[in-house]
């Protein structure tokens, strides 16, 4: 694990726009009021959402509106590699590198995004981009995944992840899951087993009677 802290450049206060309040507002009232302070994810999340990063005066502000110390919402922040502690390009690319990731592909992917974004945590010239290597994102089935905003990317291949920055950089809207096609996590290609229909239709089930059935009136 990496340290994290916060960006040596904070911005002079924070203040929550009224409709990350009224969220926040909402998951607060899903705890008991002494332990409004399990609301502490979905709030820097929301936060998160309003800013694009997480700063100290924002830290302070979710703090007040939790009745904690400061230092434990610090420690959330600096625990997750979900928030960021530094501003962020419009599309934040969040690449893994961890094992599964690596071996199907992920080092060409980073070296795209040092090529056409520049060094990890950089913001891009025109503000759209940034990127960041993560740890194990928990897809490693459809290795190489990227998360970009609240989806997963998979089964890239740099032309498939160019294409994809393409389509992001003139706003477009991308179709987030398997690259390839694949449904979910089933093998790449067609089936090759359980391919009979009727293996699914109900029509092979045996017909029984449950005993202790109720007497029908
Ligand atoms: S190693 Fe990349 S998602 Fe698990």
Same mark, same amino acid.
């Given at each position: 694990?990496?340290? +994290? ?17 009224? *969220? ?15 609301? @502490? ?6 936060? *998160?959402? *309003? ?7 924002? =830290?302070?502000? =979710?703090?007040?509106? #939790? ?8 420690? @959330? ?16 690319? *969040?690449? %893994?590198? $961890? ?9 060409? &992917?980073?070296?795209?995004?040092? +090529? ?19 740890? %194990?994102?928990?897809? %490693? @089935? ?5 998360? =970009? ?6 089964? #890239? ?16 809207? @991308? ?8 449904? $979910? ?18 029509? #092979? ?7 202790? &059935?109720?007497?029908?009136?």
């Amino acid at each position: 694990m990496s340290a +994290r802290r916060l960006a040596a450049e904070q911005p002079g206060s924070f203040a929550f726009a009224s409709a990350t309040m009224e *969220q926040a507002r909402w998951w607060i009232a899903k705890y008991p009021p002494d332990r409004k302070q399990s609301a @502490v994810i979905p709030i820097m999340w929301l936060v *998160q959402k *309003q800013e694009g990063w997480v700063s100290e005066p924002a =830290i302070r502000a =979710i703090a007040e509106l #939790l009745g904690m110390a400061p230092i434990r919402v610090l420690e @959330v922040a600096t625990f997750y590699t979900m928030f960021h502690l530094h501003p962020v390009g419009k599309h934040h690319l *969040q690449v %893994c590198g $961890t094992t599964p990731c690596m071996l199907r592909g992920s080092e060409d &992917l980073k070296a795209l995004c040092k +090529r056409r974004i520049g060094e990890a945590h950089a913001v891009s010239a025109d503000g759209l981009f940034s990127w960041e290597e993560m740890e %194990c994102l928990g897809a %490693c @089935v459809n290795a190489p995944v990227v998360a =970009i905003h609240d989806y997963y990317h998979e089964d #890239l291949t740099p032309g498939a992840f160019e294409a994809l920055m393409d389509k992001l950089a003139r706003g477009e809207s @991308v179709t987030p899951g398997s690259a390839l096609g694949r449904q $979910t996590s089933a093998p790449e290609g067609d089936a090759t087993v359980l391919t009979d229909a009727s293996l699914f239709d109900g029509s #092979l089930a045996k017909k029984i009677t449950l005993p202790n &059935l109720p007497e029908k009136v």
